[in-house]
């Protein structure tokens, strides 16, 4: 499932080591409450993105912040931008 896949993808870039895939909740807040991201994991996720999916967010993008709000927006943008 894609949404597993985004946050085996969070955990890894992350090096979220006491975080397992069931701990995080794909409507769960990724920034601030949820799992407590910040901008430099914000770019170290949009990053191994645009690797791995080849999906490519502009920082300045009004949208990017949106799809940065969960682990299932970013699994609807992989999706709806899939170019792999």
């Known amino acids: ?34 799992l407590g991201l910040d901008s430099i994991d914000a770019l ?8 791995r999916y080849g999906i490519t967010l502009s920082a300045e993008a009004e949208d990017t912040r949106r799809h940065f709000a969960s682990v299932r927006a970013l699994a609807a943008l992989i999706e709806a931008n899939r170019t792999k």
């Not at 996720?45 to 690797?51: C, D, F, H, S």
């Open 44 to 51: 170290e996720i949009g990053v191994a993105l645009q690797k």
């Open 1 to 34: 499932m894609l949404e597993q896949e985004v946050k085996q993808l969070i955990i890894e870039v992350l090096q979220l080591e006491d975080v397992t895939v069931a701990d995080i909740d794909s409507d769960g807040a990724l920034f601030v409450d949820g």
